[in-house]
Nanobody, 121 residues
Framework: QVQLVESGGGLVQSGGSLRLSCAAS????????MGWYRQAPGNARELVAT???????NYADSAKGRFTISRDNAKNTVYLQMNSLKVEDTAVYYC???????????????WGQGTQVTVSS
């Protein structure tokens, strides 16, 4: 099994910054893509940013120019630097990791416990 531990959420004023981190541990054979998603109360979970094993990134339009996703493969950790935060960014942020626990098993999507990000006006 793979466990993801998130940290870095909190309460900030609009225009402020936060840096989220997510560390994977457990029975990991390999990790491929990693990403961040968010979900506001009553809403569906939506993609924020993804990053491939080789470092190629993809961002939601709402995140472009403000958020930066990065990863440290040696530490099995993915980060999300969030700048110029807006009230609309308020949500629970979840990291996800596509990983194999054995060489002969397919990749499976693992999810973090979620960390609350609240942006006040």
């Amino acid at each position: 099994q793979v466990q993801l531990v998130e940290s870095g959420g909190g309460l900030v004023q609009s225009g402020g910054s936060l840096r989220l981190s997510c560390a994977a541990s457990g029975s990991i054979f390999s990790i491929n893509a990693m990403g961040w998603y968010r979900q506001a109360p009553g809403n569906a979970r939506e993609l924020v940013a993804t990053i491939t094993r080789g470092g190629y990134t993809n961002y939601a339009d709402s995140a472009k120019g403000r958020f930066t996703i990065s990863r440290d493969n040696a530490k099995n950790t993915v980060y999300l630097q969030m700048n110029s935060l807006k009230v609309e960014d308020t949500a629970v942020y979840y990291c996800n990791v596509f990983a194999r626990t054995r060489w002969d098993l397919p990749e499976y999507a693992y999810w973090g416990q979620g960390t609350q990000v609240t942006v006040s006006s």
